[in-house]
């Protein structure tokens, strides 16, 4: 028979009480611990973050004379190049860049466009840059047409003229109409992937 002591439980139920009431305070403390020790490690990996970011940005503040000469020495050589090539992250994204180039020139010199086609893989086999094909189909007079074959040469956009073909429009010739022109035009473009 077990031995009972003067508060009326054996030693092996204080033991247990002893080992449960240990196990709870251990699962109280973990409770509290565990996420105060994890929002302390989240907190130092944002300070060491901020730490870095600022020495990046103390870095950049010494150096900026260095990077203010740079920057005016590429703006002096650019502006040598006045026509640069089209600019893309993907071929896809530089069509398109190459499509809204081609719609402002028409746009700005007053002709309307009936089919503007930037399609097709870019040719790289007989130039240093991949180039994009395209083709713009216009209407306009003769002033809108000197207008655009204008803007395509001395425009920003590097645009090499493969094709250009200007004649009276064959819709409006049939029925005797006016003198708009109907211009097709054949382009290359180079482009470079940022």
């Known amino acids: 028979m077990p031995s ?17 009431a240990a196990a709870v305070v251990c699962v109280l403390v973990l409770y ?8 302390w490690s989240e907190r130092e990996q944002l300070i060491a973050a901020r730490r870095g970011e600022l020495s990046r940005l103390r870095g950049v503040k010494n150096a900026e004379s260095v990077l203010r000469t740079a920057v005016n020495a590429r703006l002096s050589r650019a502006e040598e190049y006045p026509q640069r ?6 071929a896809p994204l530089a069509a398109g860049v ?3 180039v081609l719609q ?3 746009d700005d010199s007053q002709l309307s466009v009936s089919e503007l086609n930037v399609a097709g893989e ?3 086999t007989s130039v240093p840059l991949a180039a994009l094909p395209a083709t713009l189909i216009a209407l306009g007079d003769v ?15 590097l645009l090499e003229v493969r094709e250009l073909t200007v004649q009276v429009n064959p819709a409006r010739r ?16 180079p482009f470079v992937i940022e």
Do not use: C, N
Not at 32 to 39: D, E, G, N, S
Not at 143 to 157: C, K, N, P
């Open 32 to 39: 509290t611990l565990i996420p105060f020790v994890r929002q």
């Open 122 to 124: 870019p040719d790289s």
């Open 4 to 20: 009972l002591s003067a508060d009326g439980l054996s030693a092996r139920d204080r033991r247990t009480l002893t080992l449960g």
């Open 85 to 90: 090539p089209v600019s893309a992250a993907t």
């Open 143 to 157: 002033y809108g047409v000197a207008d655009l074959l204008s803007r395509v040469q001395h425009g920003t956009t």
């Open 104 to 106: 402002r020139y028409a």
């Open 98 to 100: 190459l499509q809204g």
């Open 174 to 189: 049939a029925d005797g109409g006016g003198e708009l022109l109907q211009v097709t035009l054949v382009v290359r473009a």
